[in-house]
């Protein structure tokens, strides 16, 4: 990983490759800032560019022996350590995951910690940096050779140090062993034990720009007008803008039932509504409640538009285009009971009632209320 396939951050890669530059390489360096951002990549770059045999232009050559090591992730002097569950009977080391983590960062290089846990032994159990993985460390760094000036030891999350682990590394941390470096890389700097946190040379690494996000989406395979769409409520963060996505292709498809109904019961087309009712009770029982809670969304969102209140920002762009004119079928004599029906057929499906039926009755309804003024 060199410094230029990272997306933005400018001012972090400067500090970064200044500190290797004036030889000012702290013992513990803490990138830290919201989840999605890219802090690990940074972080082995930053190791990267410190072993790099051949560094220039302000980054890692990416060809010399060690570049290569690094890109493969089998670095000699770079050791990985991270949050993991104890595999049945045996212990709770980093490295028991060696392959996983490898797998993990490759693949999702932003680091989803959700994806991390379901990628675990045991999904359920909360994933730690165990004492045995304190002890495993001060083993390496103790007895391990050395080929390179220093040592590097990323370490991803220590808000997720188990408290005699912190203590097993304060020693390490407090009085390095020759030349090793550790880079922790925190979404949550807060979590972190105050006697591990106060040691530690800290970076912050902000949120993606809106801009910087979108680039970031697009180059991740991201639709134009969908990247566009969602960088506005991912708050920078590429794991909530793929989430978000999601999300977003099922509010789509409620969004195509919902102007599908209102268009039909408008022009009271009950045939072509048996066969909507059929195709809503077919996304089963708690897709079909999420879709009645989205219908209430946008029957609200309409409603509030007489009152001139600008809510309109948590709709998506096709959907503002729709309630902008939909708006005006939703008023003071039918928004109550709408959603009141909405609300009933709701309780009807989660009391396992007949779906396909429950929709009709719901449609023929919508019928008569949608034309009341
Ligand atoms: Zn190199």
């Keep these: 990983m060199r410094f230029a396939d990272i997306a933005g951050h400018e001012e972090v890669k400067r500090r970064l490759r200044e500190m290797v530059d004036n030889e000012r390489i702290p013992h513990a360096l803490l990138l830290e800032g919201p989840s999605g951002t890219g802090k690990f990549m940074?972080?082995?770059?930053?190791?990267?560019?410190?072993?790099?045999?051949?560094?220039?232009?302000?980054?890692s050559c990416?060809?010399?022996?060690?570049?290569?090591?690094?890109?493969?992730?089998?670095?000699?002097?770079?050791?990985?350590?991270?949050?993991?569950?104890?595999?049945?009977?045996?212990?709770?080391?980093?490295?028991?995951?060696?392959?996983?983590?490898?797998?993990?960062?490759?693949e999702s290089p932003?680091?989803?910690?959700?994806?991390?846990?379901?990628?675990?032994?045991?999904?359920?159990?909360q994933p730690m940096i165990y004492v045995e993985e304190g002890a495993e460390l001060l083993r390496r760094l103790t007895y391990m050779t050395r080929r390179s000036k220093y040592k590097v030891v990323l370490l991803w999350l220590p808000e997720r140090l188990k408290e005699e682990t912190a203590n097993k590394l304060?020693?390490?941390?407090e009085e390095p062993f020759g030349d090793t470096i550790f880079v922790m890389v925190s979404n949550n700097g807060r979590g972190i034990l105050p006697t591990i946190y106060s040691r530690t040379q800290r970076i912050t690494v902000p949120r993606y720009s809106d801009g910087e996000l979108e680039d970031v989406l697009r180059t991740q395979g991201m639709d134009e007008a969908t990247a566009a769409d969602i960088v506005r409520i991912a708050d920078g963060s590429?794991?909530?803008?793929?989430?978000?996505?999601?999300?977003?292709?099922?509010?789509?498809?409620?969004?195509?039932?919902f102007v599908e109904l209102m268009r039909k019961a408008y022009g009271r087309k009950v045939l072509e509504l048996r066969g909507w009712s059929k195709a809503v009770?077919?996304?089963?029982?708690?897709?079909?409640?999420?879709?009645?809670?989205?219908?209430?969304?946008?029957?609200?969102?309409?409603?509030v538009m007489h009152l001139h209140v600008d809510r309109l920002l948590t709709l998506s762009a096709n959907e503002r285009e729709f309630v902008n004119k939909f708006f005006t079928f939703i008023n003071e004599k039918n928004v109550v009971d709408m959603i009141e029906l909405f609300d009933r057929s709701r309780r009807d499906i989660a009391a396992n009632g007949n779906a396909k039926i429950i929709f009709f009755d719901l449609a023929v309804r919508?019928?008569?209320l949608i034309r009341r003024k």
């Design 281 to 303: 009770s077919e996304l089963g029982r708690e897709p079909a409640m999420q879709f009645i809670d989205y219908c209430c969304r946008l029957i609200r969102e309409s409603f």
């Design 62 to 106: 990416g060809e010399c022996p060690a570049c290569r090591q690094h890109e493969a992730f089998n670095h000699i002097d770079t050791i990985f350590s991270f949050p993991v569950v104890k595999k049945s009977g045996r212990t709770a080391l980093s490295d028991d995951y060696r392959d996983t983590f490898g797998e993990f960062i490759a």
């Design 110 to 125: 932003y680091m989803d910690f959700t994806d991390w846990v379901s990628r675990l032994d045991n999904v359920n159990a």
């Design 366 to 368: 919508v019928i008569m």
């Design 170 to 173: 304060l020693k390490l941390v």
């Design 238 to 257: 590429v794991n909530q803008a793929w989430k978000i996505a999601h999300v977003s292709a099922e509010r789509r498809k409620y969004f195509d039932l």
């Design 42 to 59: 940074l972080a082995r770059a930053f190791a990267q560019y410190i072993h790099c045999e051949n560094r220039h232009d302000g980054d």
